[in-house]
């Protein structure tokens, strides 16, 4: 299940592309770990990574969609192999995998907008080697897009622009800068409007590195910025889409990135401990060691499963299908939540050794908290979640079936994805059908009960007019309903792959867990009433044990030991 660069095939990819992601593996493994670490701790601008991207074409390959890649027959955007640079990436350090998310991200706009011009300059930088930046967030608004203080102001040329931008990664160096802003002469959502600038400009001003990082992210200014029609991407309500259907492309790569961040950590957490005697034991035999591990295992199993199954959706995805846009707020901030969770469950286990400098693990434990966090945290993500659920759990309707999707394809929905509303007319199939297909593995038949209660919760003891102005209370409901909808595509993945049924039903050993104590969360919130407390206690539900089961997982865990070091 887990990626491993010394036996790494990409087998389900094209030639072209496993090339590409083989030679990315070995540029990091030819440097070696000490250099790893060492760049990080002194924190070095990955100049030469990305002199290796631009040489290999590695971003222009993966960037390009086909319409503006000139015939080359390898170029495209392909979600798939997407997701499998963005974990190869994390596997070896954020600030890499950074380098590469802000360009997605950059491009997002332009390969959006009717601007051919805008189009055509941004493929041949990528060509060149270029990356690219997304200029929303600022300093004292965040990504609240409603309340942008960029400004543009007509000339009889175009627009000047005028404002600054924070949280800007890659803004040192980016070829262009795809920013949000507003027009001084029109208000409301009208006066919109998405526009590129190139960070060389005399009139572009970068004030600063923000972090203390290899990564750049940068505050700049633009003081007087020209504009001409050939510089404007979107213009109106067109702009504010863009925007949101920008993240709807770029941060699914969140979620890649902590899965590559947790593998690693993993094979350095495992391969120490169990080389580890304390107290004349090994490490690995203490009871509550191999309970950390195995759960560690079956989060980073669960995270995998979700994420990939995801990637089908969003390929397949329509103007009549876009379940896409429930599955990607749960990548964001659920998988990347759980990727913490592997962590801290590694770090109670090697303990001090996680914080050693000659160790990743020292890398992961300090930037695996950073994803759940870099878009508009857990509470956004999981209020958008609950827009979806009385569609997804109440109003089944029939869908042909997703499948899986390796297929070297163009993902061209991305760029027209359309206006970001309608949400509430969105349809999802019946999500219960995998349960039931599943209901041999006895934790997944038994979490099958709890998902189904939700419903219930809702039926008969729904919140108040009271309770869903309190988002503190919302969101406890909607950590039970994310979990719903995580079971389904863990179990319709697995079922694509043959997974073990041994792990399936450990995954669903921690899910049951999980589910009961979201049920005591909201048992215990302030406004809960009398029926929701009975629901909840009547939630707490132990796992279906099988103390056979568990170490046959755990064998599959010690097997990782020694299984992958990084080149020193």
């Not at 491993?4 to 990819?13: I, N, S, V, Y």
């Not at 939700?454 to 969101?475: S, Y």
């Not at 950590?479 to 319709?492: A, S």
């Amino acid at each position: 299940m887990l990626f491993d660069p010394h036996h790494f095939e990409a087998a389900h990819l094209d030639p072209e592309s496993r090339r590409l992601l083989k030679a990315t593996v070995d540029w990091f493994e030819g440097r070696g770990k000490r250099r790893l670490l060492a760049d990080d701790q002194a924190r070095v601008w990955y100049s030469e990574f990305l002199d290796f991207a631009a040489r290999e074409k590695l971003f222009a390959t993966f960037c390009t969609p086909r319409a503006e890649a000139g015939g080359a027959p390898d170029k495209r955007w392909d979600a798939a192999r997407n997701a499998a640079l963005s974990e190869v990436l994390g596997f070896y350090g954020l600030q890499y995998w950074y380098a590469w998310q802000v360009t997605v991200l950059g491009l997002g706009p332009i390969w959006m907008s009717d601007n051919a011009v805008a189009r055509r300059r941004a493929a041949e930088l990528l060509d060149d080697g270029a990356v690219f930046a997304f200029g929303l967030s600022e300093k004292e608004h965040g990504a609240d897009v409603y309340s942008t203080d960029m400004v543009l102001t007509p000339t009889g040329t175009g627009f000047t622009a005028n404002g600054g931008k924070y949280y800007i990664g890659n803004g040192n160096v980016a070829g262009m800068v795809s920013v949000f802003g507003r027009r001084a002469d029109v208000e409301g959502p009208d006066g919109y409007v998405f526009f590129a600038v190139d960070s060389r400009h005399p009139k572009f001003t970068l004030v600063k590195n923000i972090v203390d990082a290899q990564m750049f992210v940068s505050e700049f200014r633009l003081e007087d910025y020209p504009l001409t029609a050939d510089d404007v991407l979107h213009t109106g309500r067109d702009a504010f889409s863009a925007a949101l259907n920008t993240v709807n492309v770029g941060k699914f790569n969140l979620c890649t990135a902590s899965i590559g961040i947790a593998e690693h950590a993993t094979y350095e957490a495992i391969t120490h401990a169990h080389g580890r005697i304390l107290y004349g034991r090994r490490v690995t035999d203490f009871p509550h060691v191999r309970q950390n591990f195995v759960d560690a295992y079956a989060r980073l199993v669960a995270m995998k499963l979700f994420a990939d199954r995801a990637v089908d959706y969003f390929r397949t995805a329509s103007p009549d299908d876009r379940r896409y846009l429930l599955f990607n707020p749960i990548t964001k901030m659920k998988v990347t939540s759980e990727g913490e969770r592997v962590v801290d469950l590694l770090w109670d286990v090697i303990a001090a050794k996680g914080f050693e400098k000659d160790t990743y693990f020292a890398m992961a434990g300090r930037d695996i908290g950073a994803l759940p966090k870099l878009e508009g945290t857990v509470h956004v993500n999981l209020a958008l979640v609950l827009k979806f659920m009385p569609a997804y759990l109440f109003s089944p309707v029939e869908h042909p079936d997703v499948p899986t999707r390796h297929d070297p394809a163009d993902d061209d929905f991305f760029w027209r994805q359309g206006p970001a509303r309608g949400l509430g007319e969105i349809t999802f199939d019946d999500w219960e059908r995998p349960y039931r297909e599943h209901a041999h593995i006895p934790n997944a038949a038994r979490f099958h009960e709890q998902a189904q209660a939700v419903r219930t919760l809702l039926a008969t003891a729904a919140p108040d007019e009271e309770q869903q102005r309190d988002l503190d209370f919302l969101l406890t409901v909607g950590h039970l309903f994310t979990l719903v909808v995580y079971g389904q595509l863990i179990l319709e993945q697995a079922a694509l792959t043959g997974l073990d049924q041994d792990v399936l039903d450990q995954v669903f050993d921690v899910l049951v867990r999980d589910f009961a104590a979201g049920a005591v969360a909201l048992h215990g919130k302030a406004s809960s009433t009398g029926a929701q407390q009975a629901w909840a206690l009547g939630q707490v539900r132990k796992p279906v044990p099988d103390r056979e089961r568990f170490d046959r997982v755990w064998a599959q865990v010690a097997a990782l030991s020694g299984r992958y070091e990084m080149n020193p």
